[in-house]
């Protein structure tokens, strides 16, 4: 998949070339994933990359900033899981 959302950051014009090469170059050295790589070297933001990947995979994409979600809901998911993912 990195290399589909590689080429769609491309194509879609929200990253150069360039930048996507210094991303791939960081990315080896880091060892961290391309998407990550892209975000923190902030070249494409967190939601255009969540976007495009869902997109490719044909999941949804819903961001949670807005709803209200039950406690007992925030008490199935593991707490080491939740600070991971924020």
Do not use: C, W
């Amino acid at each position: 998949m990195s290399k589909l959302i590689e080429e769609i950051l491309v194509e879609e014009n929200i990253i150069t070339q360039e930048q996507m090469e210094s991303a791939r170059k960081e990315a080896e050295k880091t060892g961290m994933d391309i998407e990550s790589t892209l975000i923190r070297l902030g070249f494409a933001s967190e939601d255009i990359i969540v976007n495009r990947v869902a997109r490719i995979t044909s999941v949804p994409y819903i961001k949670l900033d807005n709803y209200l979600i039950a406690s007992e809901v925030i008490k199935l998911i593991p707490e080491e899981l939740a600070r991971k993912h924020k």
